[in-house]
């Protein structure tokens, strides 16, 4: 029979769905575990990129059933959002039908690729059902005081008419559109996340099952540090500015302040200036540019001087008062004190404007003369020139100056964070609407919590002009008070759609309560989630926001946990070669536009020399890989295992067309090897081709369990193509009850990879349970231990020969065989052996002289 795998792969997609076999009652008790895959955008086809993600999800979470784990897998669409919205203006189509069609599209993907999921459980954050639970959510935090409104500046893409977060703006540009971000002072919504920038910050320490590298990174945003807020008076305005200072055992070498464009005292700092206009002039330039540019280390510092001095509290000299476009006003205070010879930035800016530079510190074993510097010294030292702590090393000299500091009442110690509040506000249409209503005689008033909720509106009309289109609704707009009855006006800002991604995990566990945003019960019982699966794009935003909404749902009673993921895997990025345009400003070519020739890449017509450049797949840089003519080809198993086996799953991964075909031949081994046991006589076995095959059996159980375990899958495979071999190699001599026990194993283990060629191939061996119903196989220690070992051996690191030896043998006894193997004896004549080492199992490395 040939391996039809449209025919098999119809067949079980069928099956496992009349089944629901991936269906849970999370209310009867069993070996409880949740594995969640971050749930998609529902922006159209999903490519192979998409794929693995969900592809590897879905192996482990094939695993973890087989070895009797009572698994829930559910899966949902993060509905909201910007290019729902741009589509509807592009296309002229309602946002809701062009994301419901994108879910039915993607629904049937996961179906192609054989992936199982709780569908019972399916929520999309776009449907009321949800986001009145975002709104109830908003109205509580209201009440705590956790949700606020103020101005801020923020980024305004004059493009797609919204606030952006920092994360959103690229290099100065939107990272949907592409349009120049500008700064813009709004009235915004906000979540006062900074509330529990601490319990974040320490909460990090118990996530030891999370990648280092995205706790560093959450570390670093939430940005702790401790130091001391300290007051420099300023004799004009009679007044002083609070700065704040991480080193204050630098204060006696700060020669200048510097302070934000925005900080309240400028307008008292320039009042009767000369040059007041020009500074108010610069003032404006320097607003209009982006946060991000001002902070950037590659942006210019630039500074205007007020006119104005400070003073020193502690070396009571004069410091000219700046403005500088790279202090922000909200981080710190607002103000700096610069200390050139010890900060590189103000060393710069004093080099640039001919500041004053005081050494205070001194390295050890070093003099350091001002007026020679080439860079600061930002290391610690010896307090000098700072009489208070003057030979104090830098750890004493720090809580030192804090005491003083405080002893003097001029400041406080301090603990500061770099992390600013969430701004929700989204001056979009296809979001949550933020259930506020404005009334001239009560001010702002919640909209009451029995009216949820507040839905969108369907007959908006989409031009991409004019900002939010519910604005301009004036039915969604105008609304009664709720507490005078009068004339009042709907908030129309929407919610950013990370807030519908920062709880939806607890909402699976009761998707259709209506009368609560979650059964707490059950959410206790089975979160956190044991597995987590996403990429680390979202190691910041949503992974950050997740964990505060956690703290806020625990301090109002509904979980007892604070942490909603115990374990968290990323999973690296599927890259492929697309082409650009040198001579049309490096544009990316569509994939018919490119002739290949000579090894190089030439544009079709035009003959313009093309450069390859391999990277992200995207539907801009023409370099996507679609599955569904993959998977017509060559099947779904075959696209499964080529993205599971094409690399470690948390590496970034070049895709090749030419690859998939050693993993559709793969496949065919295995079935024409069932094809080849089912034929093999019943006779008996050949006793040393036997025991060879329970050996490797039994090692290829282990492998495989430790190596899924480790998300090691294209490891795990490799084991899986040497277990194929090893039977096949037995199946030349052997005889049929051995080979079937070793292939039975073998179906098992590829099951989670290549699910549905291995159930037809189980069933086609008489079986009445799904292979998925199954036990996962269990390895025997005493079954695996080999006879013999073959045992490199290096001499001075370089592999000279090897050995085969017993297993268990002695080690002095294992030295000599070495020593006295002809290929590695030659390499020892006349001399003479000084160390012996033994990696066990592996290798003897003989250092000589």
Known sequence: MSYDHKQIENKWQRRWADARVAHVDVTTEGDELYMLNMFPYPSGDLHVGHGRNYILGDALYRHLRMTGKKALNPMGWDAFGLPAENAAIKRGVHPGEWTRSNIDREKKQFERWGILYDWSREIASCHPGYYRWNQWLFLEMYERGLAYRAEAPVNWCPGCQTVLANEQVLEG???RCGSEVAQKQLSQWFFRITDYADRLDSGLDSLEHWPEKVRTMQRNWIGKSRGADVEFPVPSTGGSIRIYTTRPDTLYGATFMVVAPEHPDVPALIEGSSDREEIESWIRDVT??????????????EGTFTGRFAINP??????????????LPQYGTGAIMSVPAHDQRDFEFAKKYDL????VIRPAGEELDAAELEEAWVGEGTAVDSPVIDGMKTAEAIPAMIAEIEKRGIGEGKVRYRLRDWLISRQRYWGTPIPMIYCD?????????????????SDVPFTGREGNPLARHESFVAVDCPECGGAGRRETDTMDTFVDSSWYWARYLSPRDETRIFDSDLVNRWLPVDQYIGGIEHAILHLLYARFICRVLHDMGLVTFEEPFARLFNQGMITKEGYRDPSRNN???PLDDVELRDGSAWRKGSGEPLVADVTKMSKSRFNVVAPDELIERYGADTERVYTLFIAPPEKEAAWSDEGVVG????????????EEVESLPEGTDDAAGTDALVRKTHQTIDAVTRRLERFEMNTAISALMELSNAIGDYAKTGARPRALESLEVLLKLLHPFAPHVTEELWERLGHQRMLIDELWPVADEALMAEESLKIAVQVNG????????PAGIEESRLFSVAETDERVARHLEGKSIIKRIHVPGRLVNLVVK
Do not use: H, Y
């Open 288 to 301: 209009n540019q982006s946060q991000l540019d001002r902070i950037s280390e590659a942006g210019g510092k």
């Open 798 to 805: 370089k592999l000279r020969g090897e050995v085969e030896v």
């Open 314 to 327: 502690f070396s009571g000299d004069e410091m000219p008062i700046w403005l500088g476009n790279f202090v």
């Open 356 to 359: 004053p530079i005081r050494v």
């Open 663 to 674: 993993a559709a031949r793969f496949l065919r081994r295995v079935w024409n090897l069932t």
């Open 587 to 589: 544009q990316w070519v």
């Open 441 to 457: 005689d009560c001010g702002l008033v919640p909209v009451p919590k029995d009216d949820l909720p507040v839905e969108l509106p």
């Open 173 to 175: 540009a939107c990272e």
